[in-house]
């Protein structure tokens, strides 16, 4: 069909890891015209206003937010999300016109704003166009993750809390300068909407902006609690009427939360810390405090965690966002005027962005930095209640500096020598699959706070949640089995504050993207790389192992083109998997990585001997198994590291059933999260949050 789309976001060039197809171009857009059959008509057209996920060829990498295009393609209904379908096209974009000229000019200021930072350190590059503008196309997965585990992610993205935390700083220093009453929310007013024309009005932005003026009118306006409530109750109302969408959209429900908080909860705490601080320093304590409070049982229960740092953290890291991305504007709007000058501005931005990045950096190595919670209905109802508790009694405690200290000492204690779950991790775990979602992350005690990890899952945050939980400190070999995101894609979460000795990987360096991301990082944490050989034996610590696969390895792709083969034929990427078979603690554990059919039949060719007592099964437990190779393992027990609700329908059913034929007892993150396996006494167990017996 013919369409015509409003581009809504920058596009993103990516490459395929899975099929054939080359690099392709992902882009939000809004579908504002239907043209031809898909009208009903012959002929003409009907307006719409469809939000869509585009996927394009390379050829889209060119267009820019705001634009309107033509395109042919194909319309895809889109299950939940924030876009109602999908539009894949293989026509080049056929521009109609260019984008208003507001957008063009605030385009030129976020052009500005990279080249006035230019110099700085990565992070650093990363993070003041995110303070600034909600870009954060520059932030590494490595500081995203820290951010995350430090409860501050709300400050790289576009949220109320972060336009709040800018109109908290401002508002006092206006109050400095002489500007009252009316004059206060003018400055406020012009805020709000510099900041949505330099984010750009995405509906992201403007439920910020809209919950940026509620806390607005609470910090300019009389009327107290009444005022605010009634403000936020008709925002909330008129944002879900325009969006009925909002209403099952947790960014929305965290956003509103942190206002509630802020709003209701802000005002009585600053004038408790004001009693005997700076009003300038109550007001920056107060609003991320309440925030985070108000946010902390949704948080829980999306996560399944409660990061006893993100308070802290918000309080210490609060006080810079305001002075960062008020330079950041500044040099911004300076580097329209002299590059020079908005360089020297954006190099005094960056020293209040370094403060923060080391809040998250520090936080996140913190031993309790995160805890797990149930995420349950009755574990964030008694989460709930804890929050309520600290809310009736936090204003008596914010009014005394003795109270404030003896509570700071206390959660300092907690953070510093984390209880954590009664007996989580067993103390004699000898191989742990980690719950890292669609994706494989394991691990091998090779002694105290030592351990071989093979692959590091997709998510940096998850893979490094599960080694802070395990006490892993030291890592001699970490083993890639093959380059897809889903193995490779947590290595900054690995790498991060741990000592890393050596990176084993697959000869098969494809695809190429993923490759080069892993030498990067391992280049700038100073990790040597080494291929894996054939039948090498090696032993790090009580840790031993065989290196079975490959035997030998497909010959690499032309530049440019992807590796993947057919479907019948299965993935090289994947029949490149390392597969290992592994002595740990009096067992045998058999990891496969994603290895398909064609090499698992190949390994039982070669003749060695496959019988294990744990089966680590191929490609996250997809149909495609070869039923010789499962009977030759004969394993007691079989893991599977799978996501919940993924999108490929891991574990198959046909490979439940398969291992269920042959007896053997199997155990799927997706179902009961990570996985622990221990041989106390030669009796073979797995643990999950509650111990099970395993024959």
């Not at 599977?640 to 034929?661: E, F, K, Q, V």
Request: glycine share 10%; net charge positive.
């Amino acid at each position: 069909m013919s369409v015509r789309v409003r581009i809504d976001g920058d596009p993103v060039l990516k490459e395929s890891t899975t099929s054939r197809r080359p690099p392709y171009v992902v882009v939000k857009a809004t579908v504002v015209e239907v043209r031809g059959r898909a009208s009903g008509q012959s002929s003409g057209s009907v307006r719409v206003r469809t939000p869509v996920l585009l996927i394009g060829t390379a050829k889209w990498k060119d267009v820019r937010y705001g634009q309107h295009v033509d395109a042919n393609g194909r319309l895809e209904r889109a299950d939940g999300g924030e876009v109602a379908a999908m539009l894949s096209t293989r026509s080049p974009p056929r521009i109609v016109d260019a984008p208003p000229w507001w957008l063009r000019a605030a385009e030129r200021v976020r052009a500005g704003l990279r080249q006035a930072v230019v110099h700085q350190p990565e992070d650093v590059r990363g993070l003041v166009p995110a303070l600034v503008m909600g870009d954060v196309s520059g932030v590494s997965a490595e500081l995203n993750a820290d951010f995350r585990t430090t409860g501050l992610t709300h400050l790289s993205a576009v949220s109320g809390t972060n336009l709040t935390l800018l109109l908290a700083f401002l508002l006092p220093l206006a109050r400095l300068v002489g500007v009252r009453a009316r004059g206060l929310t003018v400055v406020g007013v012009l805020t709000v909407v510099v900041f949505v024309v330099l984010a750009r009005p995405q509906p992201s932005v403007l439920r910020a902006a809209a919950m940026g003026l509620i806390a607005l009118a609470a910090m300019t306006g009389g009327g107290g609690q009444r005022r605010a409530v009634r403000s936020l109750s008709v925002a909330v109302i008129v944002l879900l009427l325009l969006d009925t969408s909002l209403a099952r959209s947790a960014g929305f429900a965290l956003s509103v939360l942190a206002t509630a908080g802020i709003v209701l909860l802000g005002p009585g705490w600053r004038d408790a810390l004001a009693r005997w601080l700076p009003g300038w320093l109550a007001d920056a304590i107060s609003c991320p405090l309440a925030a985070q409070i108000a946010c902390t049982p949704i948080v829980a229960w999306l996560s399944g965690q409660v990061s006893l740092v993100a308070v802290v953290a918000n309080l210490l890291a609060g006080p810079m966002v305001g002075p960062a991305t008020i330079l950041g504007f500044v040099a911004a709007g300076g580097a329209l005027l002299s590059t020079g000058l908005a360089q020297l501005v954006g190099w005094v931005a960056g020293w209040p962005a370094r403060w923060i990045i080391l809040v998250a950096r520090a936080g996140a190595d913190l031993p309790g930095a995160e805890n797990a919670w149930p995420a349950t209905v009755f574990g964030v109802a008694v989460l709930t209640v804890l929050c309520l508790a600290l809310v009736f009694g936090m204003h008596r405690i914010l009014a005394r500096p003795i109270a404030m200290i003896l509570a700071t000492v206390v959660l300092a204690v907690v953070v510093l020598r984390p209880i954590g779950s009664l007996g989580w991790p067993p103390r004699d775990w000898l191989f742990v699959v980690c719950d890292v979602g669609q994706g494989d992350g394991l691990v091998l005690k090779a002694g105290d706070g030592t351990a071989v990890v093979v692959d590091t899952g997709p998510d940096p945050a998850a893979m490094d949640r599960c080694l802070k939980d395990l006490g892993v400190r030291r890592i001699p070999v970490l083993v890639l089995s093959h380059f897809h995101a889903d193995h490779v894609g947590g290595l900054a979460g690995v790498l991060a504050g741990r000592q890393v000795g050596e990176i084993e990987v697959t000869p098969y360096f494809s695809p190429r993207a993923e490759y080069d991301r892993v030498t990067e990082l391992a280049a700038q944490h100073g990790v040597g790389i080494r291929t894996v050989a054939f039948h090498e034996q090696r032993v790090v610590g009580q840790v031993s192992w065989t290196t079975l696969w490959p035997a030998k390895v497909p010959a690499l792709p032309a530049a440019g083109v992807s590796s993947a083969t057919s479907t019948d034929e299965g993935s090289p990427e994947n029949n490149a998997s390392i597969a290992m078979m592994v002595e740990v603690g009096g067992l045998r554990i058999l990891l496969t990585g994603d290895l398909e059919p064609e090499s698992q039949r190949a390994v039982v060719a070669s003749g060695v001997d496959l019988r294990a007592d744990v089966l680590k099964v191929p490609h996250h437990g997809s149909a495609r198994q070869d039923p010789a190779f499962v009977a030759a393992v004969n394993a007691r027990l079989a893991v599977i590291s799978a996501g919940r609700d993924n999108d490929y329908g891991h574990p198959a059913p046909r490979t439940l059933d398969l291992l269920s034929h042959d007896a053997v007892r199997t155990a799927t993150t997706n179902v009961s999260g990570s996985l622990v396996v221990t041989n106390t006494n030669n009796h073979l167990s797995l643990a999950t949050r509650s111990s099970e017996s395993v024959g």
